[in-house]
């Protein structure tokens, strides 16, 4: 058979001319089928996985370490900055690089895993200096913070409906720690502090939390925002 178009000859097993695509017709030659005279091409995906970039990245984060620990021990009368600088490294590997190992990493999982890291690295940095401001102002700083971020994570990805809520929830929360860390900076550091600047963020953030809750609360409000927001 011959392309009725461009006239090149065909195989009795095509149905289309692979030059110009046309349909092939010809009520005269009964059509036998048959296999293909070439086998069909499939793209290979040369795209490198994901596990393998991740390898690569964790290579790269110990050879980093490895750096600084031969930094440490070759040049002379520069001892303990290291420790600094490995775990400042392993800390942002943590925050950073270990989610990417899964598919859909969970934040309810890694949002506390990642202020214990956080709060790992201030113990630390506590330790060598003999700083002696873990106990009072790190750990229940952090861990109230903590505390917080987990909450709100954890509603943001379980509830279905509320968000308002939860934004008004979480605003009012801030505020309210501002004021717990200024507390913890005067008793821990020995800093004469009357409630002087954490009031404003307080003030600000219970302001702004109520009227998200009270737009949640009065549903006329809430759709003449949507109309007007685009929601």
Known sequence: MFCVKCGVELADSEERCPLCGTKVYNPEIERVVTSAPYPEFTAKDSRMSKRGIMLIVTILFCALITQLLICELSIPRTKGWAGY???GVALF???VALPMWFRKPNPVIFVPCDFAAILAYL?????VTKGGWFLSFALPAVGVLALIASAAVTLFKYLHHGYLYVCGGVLIANGFYTV??????SSAFDVRS????????????FIIGMGFIIISICKPIKEALKKKLFF
């Open 93 to 95: 590997y943590v925050l």
């Open 194 to 205: 009357s409630f002087h600047w954490s009031l404003f963020p307080l003030i600000g953030c």
């Open 85 to 87: 600088a490995v775990y």
């Open 123 to 127: 113990c630390y940095i506590n330790y």
């Open 180 to 185: 717990l860390l200024e507390y913890l900076i």
